[in-house]
């Protein structure tokens, strides 16, 4: 089980979290009036030479990573709160 602090902390985390994969949303979103599809010959790839052109999957990973991130994060809280709970019905049983 976590120090109170830490599990205090869990919920900042997650907001910070979403907060981030709902800037690499708009990130995303606002990236098709951005890029000019000729700069990037018709098609986007993370390997691509231009960095403008990588723009759209680095949007997506990163979406990606903080969602499941807090996600974890969140369930993590959940696990720990049982096992707090848990803990205190057991220590009022015993007095």
Known sequence: MPSQALY?????IVVLLLL???????????????????ACHGH????????RC????IAVILLGVQLVLAVV???????WSRTRDSQA???????
């Open 54 to 57: 990588r723009q759209p999957y």
């Open 44 to 51: 986007f790839s993370l390997f691509a030479e231009s960095y």
């Open 89 to 95: 019905s057991s220590v009022s049983r015993d007095v």
């Open 8 to 12: 205090r902390a869990t919920l900042p």
């Open 20 to 38: 981030g994969a709902g800037y690499c949303f708009l990130w995303f979103a606002a990236l098709g009036d951005l890029i000019p599809w000729e």
């Open 73 to 79: 994060v969140l369930l993590l809280r959940r696990r």
